[in-house]
DNA sequence: CGGCATCCCTTCCGATACTG
DNA sequence: CAGTATCGGAAGGGATGCCG
């Protein structure tokens, strides 16, 4: 999800590896888009957004737990893929507005089932997880 | 996603600071779920057994650049979220095949549907990008 | 208000070696 | 075959300070 890095000693993902890039495209469709949007932050990111575009600090204050620099990283990571806008009032204080594009909005309709899972089983994981840690 | 551990200084989230637990129940559900199944592993690992039950090794065959040792940890991770089954068939060799519980099932709808979105989207998402980059 | 740059500690994770 | 243990480098990300 990051700007290009170059790797130094250790490679993240084997078809990166030079001379193994399977030719560029055929590289696992998920792989790819988790690697972008499966990060910590971007799904909450784009769950906030899909109502109504929102202003930079809303969305920190919506968002629990994210501080400024990573909510500044991922929306700039989201706008960089297609996925969200960016817009600036030239106001004094400025105003910038963030909101979903058409891309956007249709990968929020997925993820918001996955939210819908995440609401409605989330008890079930917890009790499988204590039910699990007595097992030993 | 990984097993307890004890933070020294700096503490992942906000809501987890001392005496701003949010009584331990209410935290948002999708970043509780996404903290257990949104790493870079867990979604991949799900689609895979998706179709039927499927062996160690034959996983880390199937989940290209995988790990050994993220792939254990992954579906340790997993069974203990009530999400996978672990089934040992003492021959010898041991056979460890792993496979969805119905909870795992049942994550698996929502996260087929992302997968579709990825494979339907992917190229938009390239295209955007490159664009992004060469504007600046 | 909405950023960016730097510092620096923490966590992740691949590589490697060893076991039942 | 299916793991476990350990190590060390790489990456993640919070805190802080400065800016238009």
Redo the contacts with the bound molecule.
């Keep these: ?2 700007a290009p ?8 993902l084997l078809h990166t590896t030079p001379g193994f890039e399977t030719d560029g495209r055929s590289t696992c469709p998920i792989r790819e888009v988790l690697d972008r949007v499966g ?3 971007s799904i909450l990111v784009i769950i906030n957004l899909q109502e109504q575009p929102v ?4 969305l ?1 204050r919506a968002i629990e ?9 991922t ?2 990571s989201l706008e960089r893929d297609g996925l969200v806008t ?1 817009t ?1 009032r030239p106001t004094t ?6 909101g979903l594009t058409e891309l956007g909005q249709s990968l929020a309709v997925p993820i918001a089932s996955l939210g819908g899972w995440a609401a409605s089983n989330r008890d079930n994981m917890r009790q499988a997880r204590e039910a699990f840690d007595l097992g030993t």
Aim: hydrophobic share 35%.
């Design positions: 999800m990051n890095t170059k790797p130094t000693t250790a490679v993240p990060d910590t932050w202003r930079f600090n809303a920190k737990g994210i501080s400024q620099r990573m909510l500044t990283v929306l700039r960016r600036v204080p400025p105003e910038v507005e963030y």
